[in-house]
């Protein structure tokens, strides 16, 4: 998380500072390379802990457990499913980032509170409590809502981005 968080900041930074120059151009231009950028590097962790999830369940529960196998396995299944949520909540932290840049938290807010309270919670409830997943379905229902929040700010940036934009063009002329 501190990575993307790292890199929303300096995004904030670039944006506001373009925004500052009404540079839309650099506006929009800050706030995907800081999103491609954090895509590269959180996909980057993400394969990582996909690749290393037995072995990182084994360093923290080593073998000496008596049920060792059991919560291993669920401890790589839970890395697993919880590794595709790294990938959202990287870009939404990102996206975040470049949002607050423009001066625009109000809508991001009102996004967190449908794609939480309205997608990931009660889709992590009726998963885990209605399916067989049980802490899996948590996970999913979790990654389900950050995905959404991460896909509205990045639409939500384009738009503000693309308004800038046109407006720097109009007035140019």
Known sequence: FMVPFGIGMAATVRVGHALGRNDAPAVKRAGFV???LGIVLVSTFTLAV??????????????????????IELTATLLLVGSTFFVADGIQTIAAGSL??????????????????????????????????????????????????????ILRFRRLAGHLERATMVHAN
Do not use: K
């Open 34 to 36: 800081a999103t491609l």
């Open 50 to 71: 996909i690749l290393s999830r037995f072995a990182i369940a084994r360093f923290f529960f080593g073998e000496a457990l008596e049920s060792g196998g059991v919560v």
């Open 100 to 153: 607050r840049g423009m001066n625009d938290t109000r809508i991001p807010l009102l996004f967190a509170i449908l794609s939480y309270w309205l997608i990931a919670f009660p889709c992590a409830w009726w998963l885990a409590f209605h399916t067989s997943l049980g802490a899996v379905g948590v996970w999913i229902g979790l990654s389900c809502g950050t995905a959404v929040y991460a896909a509205l700010l």
